[in-house]
């Protein structure tokens, strides 16, 4: 299955992936090959990602929308951090940018942390 994830600043990911979870609206779901067609809004939260070598990638994003076919997701979010980085220190700057674009966005305290504790423990899987 093939994902496309676009800010208004350019692509953030593009590839051929096995499975997506996505912080929707109406709670967190996931996708793999096959789903129903399916269109509906993000909230602030994670978008991860598990490539088809099995390796996951984590997304922050503020808010945007997900367009699922069986066999491709585009993903159009206004914010977006890439929880990844080569050394501990990228990683940590990466960490504190998803935190504070959650911050920005979220309405929730209880959403922001539910979130950065989700950020921190995708962080130590990398």
């Known amino acids: 299955m093939k994902i496309d994830i676009v800010t208004p600043l350019g692509r953030i990911f593009q590839g051929e ?3 997506a979870t996505f912080p929707g609206v109406d709670g967190e779901f996931g996708v793999l090959e096959g789903h129903s067609p399916l269109v509906t809004t ?7 990602i598990k490539k088809e070598n099995g390796k996951e990638e984590v997304i922050a994003v503020n808010w945007g929308y997900v ?9 159009l979010v ?4 890439p929880v990844v980085g080569s050394s501990e220190s990228e990683i940590a700057q990466a960490i504190e940018k998803a935190k ?17 504790a ?6 130590r899987a990398i």
């Open 78 to 81: 206004d914010g977006a951090v």
């Open 67 to 75: 367009e699922v076919t069986p066999d491709h997701v585009n993903v």
């Open 100 to 116: 504070q674009l959650i911050k920005d966005a979220a309405d929730s305290d209880a959403l922001v942390a539910a979130v950065e």
């Open 42 to 48: 993000l909230q602030p939260g994670l978008i991860t």
């Open 118 to 123: 989700k950020i921190e423990s995708a962080a």
């Open 17 to 19: 992936i096995k499975e």
